[in-house]
């Protein structure tokens, strides 16, 4: 299902706008399509990262409450 996004702009910013798509083969709609498609992708990579991040965090604390951790001290060399 497609759904319309209405947004205001003075006209010179619309004909300015109008007038960069044009030079790229496109209208302006197409340009305001492309960048809601680009926004959403940087969305569902950031949704898919903080998943991921809770997953390793809630993965930590069940290792530290099930005594599988193992801490290490700042002053200890972890190779020498």
Do not use: P, Y
Request: aromatic share 8%.
């Amino acid at each position: 299902m497609n759904t319309r996004i209405q947004f205001r702009v003075d006209e010179e910013t619309k004909q300015l706008a109008q007038k960069m798509a044009a030079t790229q083969g496109r209208t302006l709609s197409e340009a305001c399509r492309d960048l809601a498609i680009q926004l959403a992708e940087q969305q569902r990579k950031a949704n898919f990262h903080d998943a991921w991040l809770t997953q390793q965090i809630n993965e930590a604390f069940a290792r530290f409450d099930n005594n599988e951790s193992v801490f290490v001290e700042n002053e200890v060399e972890l190779f020498e």
